[in-house]
């Protein structure tokens, strides 16, 4: 059954091997030491946002977190304004504030969609645009300076960095998550929600649960992001939405709910680094950013097709 | 005795024929009802406030910028209809943009040009509704992704062999730039042609949508896939055409924002990636499909449309519109697109 269970990991296994021989051949230096260190530095946010919204995927409804990006640069910069600027920079409560201010907003969002009865994706529509303009209020152009512990993070030479740390604790985090009943409880609403009701699952301690493992990735993203950048920006996390989506669709994971883990949401977050790296070796001037976009978006359809042709015997034979 | 279900709750309780302001307000033109009223109360409230604000000049303005969101989301409410989402409408919208500049800048004669945007804008409809039909639920992925794919490859064909990225120069026909500039008229009129037209496509549509066939078929889909089948509407060809009517709208909204700035600008769809769905949803179509209509979008247009004019009067920026419109939308959709409990739903 392992292999059945692992079987949409195949499409973003082969997109990250093509694409890392690529990119040994055209960049070597990616492979270096410090070249890792760089890469894990500037793929950390993307890597974290993909992660956070897993969850609110598998637990259905179509639930795609669009706030996911804002809210990110929410906490980016909440951090510099209302807590660098008083002072307030001591690791464990910059830590404690970034985690507890997403979860917050995750419990908001996930009480909107269960009391109110709204589709997720209206809920996190409407989040995405009240953020992003929350954001422009507290900080109207990118500046400020983040704590000194954590603008250092921003050297990337190192690879056994804090960020590092950060990824695998995460890692650490959703596999003991695995093991719980709760996250069967949420894969099963995934799946199904009236079997889940009708079979006792408390379907709002799990969308609750859900949100909440949302929360605390989103906190952790937005930390590697202030870090990245070493000040405040209050549009720099809207792009990373979409991205997001991106990387957990070409993970495998399906929106339609029930299915799917942070590990495809990863593979798919580093194919789409290695694909920036590998365009930005060929020397396209001008047009080097619409090639990524015209292949982001190839990667796209091409994954949702595969997924489509992957799957759809084994639904017939069942 | 205790009932299993409260069968006092309002999704239990069998329809009655009640008259009067009860049943209008559990009816479909609930949302139209409600959205007129808060419309006439925007501009009232904002008469009174702003300077100027009911002045001719103004109200033009917003009937302008107005038709061009309410092109660009008459194929997201035909899409919402069905219970689907089209995203690729701003990147549709940004390639026909610069590509029609580039058109104008060659030798092709400008009704031809715009022929070809327009059959380029179906065409990339038809691909998103054939590509998505297996996988109705992750269509505004897929969508998104044949967007990002479009505007890509728009901007590498307009940029080869030219010094700028994301812009292109070229002569607009001054007949074309009249029809929507803010300072066109039509037939000596003082007010832009592309008002007109943007009635006259919604009248169609409208008809369409409610006296044939064809019109009643998405409703049909959106409403029961299992029960339209059994009305032999084939679920493809609604699915298809409906999505293909969106990239042709899309598409057309381009050129015209085209002739509304006079330079092609690949990023001016971005707004209307998420305004057009919140146009939708403030009219009061539902996205689970099967209700709503493009006479509510109409109405949804407008209250954002009056709502930013207001906004701008009270000296907000863009980034406080945003935050309105989102704080907008929750309450006009707890009222009219909640879902049932799910013990309803057993």
Known sequence: MLSNRLSHLWVPLGLVLILGI?????????????GLAGALLVAAPLILAAVAITPIAIAGRGGVDLSIGPLIGFVNVTIVVWLSENGITHPILVFAYAILAACAWQMLLAAFIIFVRISPIIASLAGFMILQGVNLVILSRPGGVAPEWLGNWGWGTELLSPVLYILLAAFAIWFLFQRTAMFQHIRLMGADERTAYTSGVDIIKARFAAHLMAGVFAGLAALCLTGLIGSGDPTQGNTLT???????????????GGK??????????VAMYLVFVVLSSFNFGAISGFMTQLLYGLMLVFALLVALVTTAPRTRAA | MDQPIDINRKEVRMP?????????LRSDAKGLLIGAALLVALFTVASILV??????????????????????????????????LDLSIPFVIGASNILLAYLFGTSVPAPLALLIIAVMGAAIGF?????????????????????????????IFTTLGSQYSGTVFSQVPAWFSNIASISGTTFGLQFPPVIAIWMLVAFTLIYWINRTKSGRAIYAIGG????????????????????TISGLTAAITGCLLLGFSGGGFVGVGDPYLFTTVAAVVVGGTSLLGGSGGYGATIIGVLVLQVLTSFLVGMGLNYAAQQTVFGLLILPMVALYARSPHIRYQI
């Open chain 2, 224 to 243: 029961n896939r299992t029960a339209a089948a059994r009305l032999r509407i084939s679920e493809f060809r609604t699915w298809v055409s409906t999505y």
């Open chain 1, 260 to 269: 799917g883990g942070i590990t495809g949401s990863v593979l798919g977050a």
């Open chain 2, 127 to 155: 691909l998103n509704g054939v590509l998505s039909y297996k996988i109705q639920g992750q269509a505004l992925i897929l969508t998104l992704g044949v967007g990002f794919a479009v505007v890509g490859g728009a901007q």
């Open chain 1, 22 to 34: 690529m990119a040994a051949v055209r960049a070597p230096q990616t492979f270096t030491y410090v």
């Open chain 1, 242 to 256: 979409l991205q997001a989506i991106t990387a957990l669709v070409l993970g495998g994971t399906s929106l339609a």
């Open chain 2, 16 to 24: 009655t024929n009640k008259t009067g302001l009860a049943r209008v």
């Open chain 2, 51 to 84: 300077d100027g604000f009911a002045s001719a000049n103004n109200i033009r303005s917003i009937l302008l910028l107005a038709a061009f969101l309410g092109l660009a989301s008459l194929g997201q409410t035909m899409v919402a209809t069905i219970g689907g």
